[in-house]
C-alpha cells in the first residue's frame, strides 16, 4: 500500500536557518568521511558516501514498505554524530553510571520489627477479604510472613542473574540508558517460558527498530494490579496498542508491544485467533515476541527525541571547529623562516642544498654549531654595477604562525551547551578545574537530586508495576542502589553523636550505616538493640524487663548473686560443656550492672564505718567525779 511520507522532516533552526533531514544526513555523512581521523590521515569520500547512502535508502524503504512511521530523526545518523561528537559520550556515560551503574536492591513491603506490623498486617487483611481480621489470624499471618519473603527474595534474586544470558542486568541497562539518551529510544525483547513466566531480556540496538501506528481499535488486555499489600487481582484494560518492525539486513521481523495478549505472526504482523491457527496459516512462524520502549517523551510523536537535539548545531559546530584544527597541519601550514633574495638570485644547487641541510645536519648535538653558507648571484642582465645591491635575508615567520588551536572560546561554549542539555555539572563531565570540596559535594548533590534519581524512580516504577507482578511478587520492590554522595566520616559521626544522646536506638543507626555504606547488615533482634545505647549502659531494662533489676527494699548484694528472672532460659549450650546453660547477652549484661551497684554499696557501707570510727576517736574524754551520797540522791530522788 503506497503511503504518503508525512511531514516528519527533522528541522533545526537558528537566526532563521533551516536543517532539514536531508541535510543532517550529508553533514553527518562528512563526518563520517574522517573517521579513521586517529591515523593523522583523510580518506578518500566517494565510495563511502555513495555505499553507505544506498544501504541507507534501501533500508528507509523497507521500513516504509513495513507501515513503519518515519522517526523524526535517524537513528542511525545520530548515533554518528554521538560517535564523532566530543561533548556527547561523557555526558551519556555520566547518565548510564550513576542512574544504572550500582546496581539494585530489594525492600521488603513489610518491616517485621516495626511496632504497626500488627496493624499493617490487619488491614491488608481486612482489604483482602472484605472483613475485619482476628488476632489469630493476624499472628498466623505474621508467624508465616518470613518464609514467604525468604521465598520470594529467592526468586527474584534468581531471576535477575538468569534474565539478561550474555551479558549482566547492570550492562543490560546501562547499553539500554545509552541508547535511550543518543537515539531517544532504547527496546527490550521479553521472552517467557513455556508457562507464560518472563524468564529473560535481550538488548535490541534502537537503530534496527520501528514504530508501526496504533490501532483504531482498543483491546482488553489483562493487568495484574494490588488489591492489598498481600495481593494482585487481575483485571481488564482496553489499550490501543501499537507492533514494532526490526529490519536486519533483508529480513523483517515484527515485535508486539508488553502486554499485547494476541498471538501476532512475527514473519508478516498478521494477528491470528491462537497459536494452532498461525501454526496452520504460516508453518514454522514463532509467534512474535514482546518489547518493552525506553523512550525520552516527546509530546509530538510515539518515538523518543533525545535530550541534546536543541544543541544539534553545537555538536557540529564543534567538530567542524575541531577538522579545521587537524586540517591546518596538512594544508595550511606556515614555515618557521623564509629565505628572501634580493637584487640576484640562489642557483638551483644552493636551493637544494638548503633542502638537504634543512633535513639532515640540523638535528643533533654535534651539528648544534654547524653553519649554512649561501650563495647568490646577480639576475640575470643586471648591470655590473648592481651587483653589490644584492642581499640574502632570513626572515622568522613565527608571528604568522598559529600558536594554539582556532575556535577554543566558541567550542568550551558549545561544550557548556550540551552539558546543560543534560543539566549536568562540568565535574561529571571529566572538566575538573576550579573545584574544590565544597562546590564539587554541592554539584554532586544538585545532579543526584535533580537529574539522577527522578531517572531512578522512573525506571524503579516500571519495573515494580509490570515487571514484578508478572513475577508473582508482593513481597518486594525493586529499587535502583544511588551512589554515596555523602562524606561517610561526618555521618557516621553524626550518627554516634544522635546515639550518644539518646535520639537514636541502636537498630535505627544499623539502618543509617546500611544507608552510608550502600549495603544491608545483618538483622540483630536482641531488645537492647531497640533503646538508646546509654539507657542501656546505665542499667535500664530492655523490653519493659525490670526482673533483673535490684528491687528497692532489696540489698543490692543480695541482688547481685540472686538469678536473674523474666528472660528466657537455655538460651544456648557453653561450648565444650554439653547440657550447661548460659544467659543471652542481655541477660549478662544485667547481671554485671547489679554486680557493680553490690560494689557501689558495699564501698559506701565501709566508707561510712570508717567516717563513724574516726568520729569517734576524735572525741575527748573528761571524768567527772560524784560523791557517792550525792549519787544515791540522785537515784533515788
Not at 513475577?471 to 544522635?498: C, H
Request: charged share 30%; aromatic share 8%; proline share 6%.
Amino acid at each position: 500500500m503506497a503511503r504518503k511520507k508525512k511531514a516528519a522532516k527533522a528541522a533545526v533552526e537558528d537566526d532563521g536557518m533551516r536543517v532539514d533531514s536531508g541535510d543532517l544526513r550529508a553533514r553527518a555523512h562528512e563526518l563520517a568521511e574522517v573517521v579513521p581521523i586517529v591515523k593523522a590521515r583523510l580518506i578518500g569520500s566517494d565510495d563511502v558516501a555513495t555505499s553507505n547512502q544506498a544501504n541507507r535508502e534501501e533500508e528507509e524503504q523497507a521500513f516504509l514498505q513495513a507501515g513503519a512511521l518515519e522517526p523524526p530523526y535517524d537513528p542511525e545518523m545520530l548515533c554518528l554524530l554521538f560517535e564523532h561528537s566530543n561533548s556527547l559520550r561523557q555526558n551519556v556515560d555520566a547518565y548510564a553510571t550513576n542512574i544504572d551503574g550500582f546496581g539494585h536492591s530489594l525492600a521488603p513491603v513489610f518491616d517485621l520489627d516495626s511496632e504497626n506490623i500488627d496493624h499493617r498486617l490487619r488491614r491488608a487483611l481486612a482489604a483482602e477479604s472484605g472483613k475485619d481480621p482476628s488476632d489469630t489470624e493476624v499472628a498466623e499471618l505474621k508467624a508465616a510472613l518470613p518464609g514467604m519473603m525468604a521465598e520470594e527474595r529467592s526468586k527474584l534474586e534468581l531471576f535477575f542473574e538468569c534474565c539478561s544470558q550474555d551479558i549482566s542486568f547492570v550492562s543490560l541497562r546501562r547499553q539500554t540508558r545509552q541508547d535511550r539518551e543518543v537515539m531517544g529510544n532504547g527496546y527490550w525483547e521479553v521472552l517467557r517460558d513455556g508457562e507464560g513466566e518472563i524468564s529473560e531480556f535481550v538488548y535490541i540496538p534502537g537503530y534496527m527498530m520501528r514504530l508501526l501506528p496504533q490501532q483504531s481499535r482498543a483491546t482488553p488486555c489483562p493487568s495484574r494490579i494490588r488489591q492489598s499489600e498481600l495481593k494482585f487481582i487481575e483485571v481488564q484494560r482496553k489499550r490501543r496498542l501499537r507492533l514494532y518492525v526490526q529490519i536486519v539486513e533483508t529480513r523483517v521481523v515484527y515485535f508486539k508491544e508488553y502486554g499485547d495478549p494476541r498471538v501476532i505472526s512475527s514473519d508478516t504482523g498478521r494477528v491470528y485467533d491462537d497459536e494452532a491457527a498461525l501454526e496452520e496459516d504460516e508453518k514454522g512462524v514463532p509467534p512474535a515476541t514482546e518489547v518493552i520502549h525506553f523512550k525520552v517523551h516527546s509530546p509530538r510523536t510515539g518515538y523518543g527525541v533525545p535530550r541534546w537535539i536543541g544543541t544539534l548545531l553545537a555538536v557540529l559546530g564543534s567538530r567542524q571547529a575541531e577538522e579545521v584544527n587537524f586540517l591546518y597541519f596538512e594544508n595550511k601550514s606556515i614555515p618557521p623562516v623564509a629565505v628572501l633574495v634580493s637584487g640576484g638570485k640562489m642557483s638551483d644547487n644552493a636551493v637544494k642544498r638548503i633542502e638537504d641541510y634543512v633535513k639532515a645536519n640540523i638535528r643533533g648535538k654535534r651539528n648544534f654549531h654547524r653553519m649554512l653558507i649561501l650563495e647568490a648571484e646577480p639576475a640575470q642582465g643586471a648591470p655590473p654595477g648592481d651587483a653589490g645591491r644584492m642581499r640574502i635575508q632570513i626572515v622568522p615567520l613565527l608571528g604568522a604562525q598559529h600558536n594554539d588551536a582556532l575556535f577554543q572560546g566558541y567550542d568550551a561554549a558549545n561544550q557548556d551547551k550540551v552539558g546543560m542539555a543534560f543539566r549536568l555539572p562540568r565535574m561529571l563531565r571529566g572538566d575538573v578545574r576550579d573545584f574544590n570540596k565544597s562546590t564539587a559535594d554541592a554539584a554532586l548533590t544538585f545532579a543526584e537530586m535533580q537529574v539522577f534519581q527522578p531517572e531512578r524512580e522512573e525506571f524503579d516504577f516500571l519495573f515494580n508495576r509490570k515487571i514484578l507482578p508478572e513475577l508473582g511478587i508482593k513481597l518486594w520492590r525493586f529499587k535502583s542502589n544511588a551512589p554515596i554522595t555523602r562524606d561517610p566520616v561526618s555521618m557516621s559521626q553524626m550518627v554516634k553523636d544522635l546515639m550518644n544522646a539518646n535520639v537514636l536506638t541502636p537498630a535505627e543507626g544499623r539502618a543509617l550505616a546500611e544507608d552510608i555504606f550502600n549495603r544491608e547488615f545483618k538483622t540483630i533482634t536482641e531488645d537492647w538493640t531497640k533503646q538508646p545505647v546509654p539507657l542501656t549502659l546505665a542499667g535500664f531494662p530492655s523490653g519493659g524487663d525490670t526482673s533483673g533489676m535490684p528491687k528497692d527494699t532489696e540489698n543490692p548484694q543480695d541482688a547481685a548473686v540472686r538469678p536473674t528472672g523474666g528472660m528466657p532460659t537455655g538460651i544456648g549450650n557453653v561450648p565444650g560443656k554439653p547440657g550447661a546453660k548460659r544467659g543471652g547477652l542481655t541477660q549478662e549484661a544485667l547481671r554485671l550492672i547489679a554486680l557493680k551497684k553490690a560494689f557501689e554499696y558495699a564501698e559506701a557501707e565501709i566508707a561510712r564505718a570508717q567516717r563513724k570510727a574516726l568520729r569517734l576517736d576524735e572525741l575527748e574524754t573528761e571524768v567527772i567525779r560524784i560523791p557517792a551520797d550525792e549519787m544515791q540522791a540522785l537515784l533515788t530522788g
